[in-house]
T-cell receptor, first 114, second 112 residues
Framework: AQSVTQPDIHITVSEGASLELRCNYSYGATPYLFWYVQSPGQGLQLLLKYFSGDTLVQGIKGFEAEFKRSQSSFNLRKPSVHWSDAAEYFCAVGDAGNNRKLIWGLGTSLAVNP | EAQVTQNPRYLITVTGKKLTVTCSQNMNHEYMSWYRQDPGLGLRQIYYSMNVEVTDKGDVPEGYKVSRKEKRNFPLILESPSPNQTSLYFC???????????FGEGSWLTVV
């Protein structure tokens, strides 16, 4: 069955430290991959997406993610975290040929210490 | 500006009193959907619509109804709300179901 796993439910980092949020997927077709961020009390905003081409994709707010087909992973990274990055992060997998829906991970909650 | 607009943003209602959460998008998207978000359960899809007059159940459709009479609108109807429907609800739209999703700002619903 198709699934998305975000192994870390909660992560705490210090401001200025680097960050990596993990996302693993199980998907039969070539996937479309997404990372969304949800700030407290807000809706979900697209951070970045991978459809094809360069496996390292750049997003908004200084985030990047790398698609590794051999590892079925799409980890999100940021070299230096800011306090405003504290939020919930969701990984999702889709397929342009599948009109039904995206498959969502359960999210990783990020806290940032000053 | 590309937008998904849902209303109301906040609502407290009583058990059994019918309510409708409206959703409208201005991007001419064919695909629209409703999600609910609950702690520890992530985002769960309630219903989706691939086009006008085409709707289908998502993962947690019980207790909800939807309609898609116009491309831009996709209201969520709770005919007889119950306390277990207390949740944060998101409307979303996209070109196709597997493509980039644009979310509304969410509707906090409390059923007492």
């Amino acid at each position: 069955a198709q699934s998305v796993t975000q192994p870390d439910i909660h992560i705490t980092v210090s401001e200025g430290a680097s960050l990596e949020l993990r996302c693993n997927y199980s998907y039969g077709a070539t996937p479309y991959l997404f990372w969304y961020v949800q700030s407290p009390g807000q809706g979900l905003q697209l951070l970045l997406k991978y459809f094809s081409g360069d496996t390292l994709v750049q997003g908004i707010k200084g985030f990047e993610a790398e698609f590794k087909r051999s590892q079925s992973s799409f980890n999100l990274r940021k070299p230096s975290v800011h306090w405003s990055d504290a939020a919930e992060y969701f990984c999702a997998v889709g397929d342009a040929g599948n009109n039904r829906k995206l498959i969502w991970g359960l999210g990783t909650s990020l806290a940032v210490n000053p | 500006e590309a937008q998904v607009t849902q209303n109301p943003r906040y609502l407290i209602t009583v058990t059994g009193k019918k309510l409708t959460v409206t959703c409208s998008q201005n991007m001419n998207h064919e695909y629209m959907s409703w999600y609910r978000q609950d702690p520890g359960l992530g985002l769960r899809q309630i219903y989706y619509s691939m086009n006008v007059e085409v709707t289908d159940k998502g993962d947690v459709p019980e207790g909800y109804k939807v309609s898609r009479k116009e491309k831009r609108n996709f209201p969520l109807i709770l005919e007889s709300p119950s306390p277990n429907q207390t949740s944060l609800y998101f409307c979303a739209s996209s070109l196709t179901g597997g493509n980039t999703i644009y979310f509304g700002e969410g509707s906090w619903l409390t059923v007492v």
